[in-house]
């Protein structure tokens, strides 16, 4: 059974940085493409990046291009999420999904399993 742990949430004060981990079991971790998703209160689930297979290929949401950045260890079984220049509107509960496929997508129905999410909160 595929089980996905995130990690790293927290509050941050905007403008800073923070770093979150999800790290996979159950299955060959490099075969699949992961992807991050948040959800705010009273909004719906909205992709915020995802990684290929190989760690090569990336997207991103055009409310995050050039602030965040996706990154996979694949002898740790673990992606990253690293967050610099946070806004308040980062505010979310951040959620890691592991594809079907191996190429990256934002279509959140091709995610198969998903984590329990962690919380960030970005503080004005």
């Known amino acids: 059974q595929v089980q996905l742990v995130e990690s790293g949430g927290g509050l941050v004060q905007a403008g800073g940085s923070r770093t979150l981990s999800c790290t996979a079991s159950?299955?060959?971790?490099?075969?699949?493409?992961m992807g991050w998703f948040r959800q705010a209160p009273g909004k719906e689930r909205k992709f915020v990046g995802a990684?290929?297979?190989?760690?090569?290929?990336?997207m991103y949401a055009d409310s995050v291009k050039g602030r965040f950045t996706i990154s996979r260890d694949n002898t740790k079984d673990t992606i990253y999420l690293h967050m610099n220049s946070l806004k308040t509107e980062d505010t979310a509960i951040y959620y890691c999904?592991?594809?079907?496929?191996?190429?990256?997508?934002?279509?959140?129905?091709?995610?198969?399993?998903w984590g329990q999410g962690t919380q960030v909160t970005v503080a004005s």
């Open positions: 159950g299955r060959t971790f490099s075969l699949y493409a």
């Open positions: 999904a592991q594809d079907q496929y191996g190429s990256p997508t934002d279509d959140g129905r091709r995610y198969e399993y």
């Open positions: 990684i290929n297979w190989s760690g090569e290929g990336t």
